[in-house]
């Protein structure tokens, strides 16, 4: 997206398509994330579940993540906001979009549950796909374990997300490489989530993702809606830890990259300069010298480096595309 069509739409217009971007990829992960689980056949599955879940969110990063960031999970918005990559009016209209799309995205499974007559009760079948522990694990975990497991599935998602999207990695200045970078980034993500959500499934269906545990709890037994705390204190625990400790390797990089920057534009400068003196110094004799006629005026050259910053047009600022693109950022 150029900055000209940027620049057209009115802030609100932005954040209003960004968070509607956020909704329709949240949908899509919990409809595949909880549809593949619901409609497996144990003599017939393909397809893991938790590898149907890690590439819905890879699917809907190409779809939609070149206009909102592509996170779908309120847990990596937080920890986007504490590292300071998503501002903050923005991560509460990604938080309400999510959970709006998650929950139709549930809607619509439940909804075509009603629909298939060898499932009598559609509450029981989101019960098998709802997040819980204790009783509600396969393996009977303690609340403390699947607590502990959140956190820390949380913390690795969020720091995957910020590290593959993050605008140092894309610091080569070649357009093909930031393109490769912005490639990539959902692949590791979806390849996260697909091995977390194997990690967890288990231990008791754990999400690790606060939208998703609140479409299923939403449309299942009262017991999953009792645990839906756990599941984004937790969640939104492990992400803030991770957002943290990005924030902090920025502070602590920003300064030695910017002092090397600044020497080697210092550099580039005092030789633009002396170049640009010796030759205007030339042309202004050659000028005077020459058969120019009486009356008209010369262009004031200037001296120095007043003169070489007026005589040079300043230079557009690149774009990082893989930054803009998975960051949502917008001229």
Do not use: C
């Amino acid at each position: 997206m150029t900055s000209t069509v940027s620049a057209s739409r009115p802030g609100g217009s932005r954040l209003l398509t960004r968070a509607a971007a956020e909704a329709l990829g949240t949908l899509f992960v919990v409809l595949i994330a909880l549809g593949a689980p619901l409609f497996a056949l144990p003599q017939s599955n393909p397809l893991p579940a938790p590898l149907a879940g890690g590439l819905a969110v890879t699917a809907a990063m190409f779809a939609f993540g070149a206009f909102s960031g592509g996170q779908f999970n309120p847990a990596i918005t937080v920890g986007a906001v504490i590292a300071g990559r998503t501002r903050f009016a923005e991560g509460l209209a990604y938080l309400a979009a999510q959970v709006i799309g998650g929950i139709l995205g549930a809607f619509l499974l439940f909804a075509v549950i009603g629909n298939i007559p060898t499932i009598p009760d559609s509450r029981a079948a989101f019960d098998t796909v709802a997040s819980g522990f204790g009783e509600h694990s396969v393996i009977q975990t303690y609340l403390a374990g699947a607590l502990l497991l959140e956190v820390v599935g949380a913390a690795v998602l969020m720091a995957v997300y910020l590290g593959a999207m993050s605008r140092d990695d894309a610091g080569s200045r070649d357009t093909g490489e930031r393109k490769g970078a912005a490639l990539a980034a959902p692949l590791a993500v979806g390849l996260t989530v697909a091995v977390l959500l194997q990690l967890g499934q288990a231990v008791g269906n754990l999400a690790f993702n606060p939208a998703r545990a609140t479409a299923a709890a939403l449309f299942s037994s009262g017991w999953a809606a009792g645990g839906l705390w756990l599941f984004w204190v937790a969640s939104l625990f492990g992400a803030a830890i991770a957002g943290l400790v990005f924030r902090g390797f920025a502070l602590f990089s920003a300064p030695a990259e910017t002092e090397g920057g600044l020497e080697a534009d210092a550099a580039s400068a005092a030789e633009g300069l002396e170049s640009d003196e010796g030759a205007g110094s030339g042309g202004v004799d050659q000028l005077d010298g020459g058969n120019q006629p009486d009356g008209v005026n010369q262009p004031d050259r200037g001296t120095g480096a007043a003169g070489a910053a007026q005589a040079a047009p300043a230079a557009p600022a690149e774009r990082d595309e893989a930054r803009d693109f998975f960051d949502g950022k917008r001229d």
